[in-house]
């Protein structure tokens, strides 16, 4: 439904919202908004990328990380006499 809305909307719409944009918010104001709208779409396309590597590695087994320590190399306490 949104790609069909998308496609019908043509340069001078797209100034039009640009402008109403710029008076709506203001020079200084727009640039940091942009920025922070492209940071969450960025974000948004790393979430996606990262559910479909899980849904394809889903069948496949995980490797368990192997401990640091194992139980016969852990520091004995020193006795005291």
Do not use: W
Not at 18 to 32: M, S, T
Not at 36 to 64: A, C, D, H, R, W
């Amino acid at each position: 439904m949104l790609n069909m809305v998308l496609l019908f909307i043509g340069t001078t719409e797209i100034i039009v919202i640009g402008a109403i944009a710029l008076l709506l918010f203001g020079g200084k104001k727009l640039p940091e908004l942009m920025r922070g709208l492209g940071k969450g779409v960025k974000e948004f396309k790393e979430g996606m990328k990262e559910v479909k590597e899980e849904i394809s590695n889903e069948g496949t087994p995980k490797e368990e990380p192997l401990s640091q320590e194992s139980p016969e190399e852990t520091p004995q306490e020193p006795k005291h006499e």
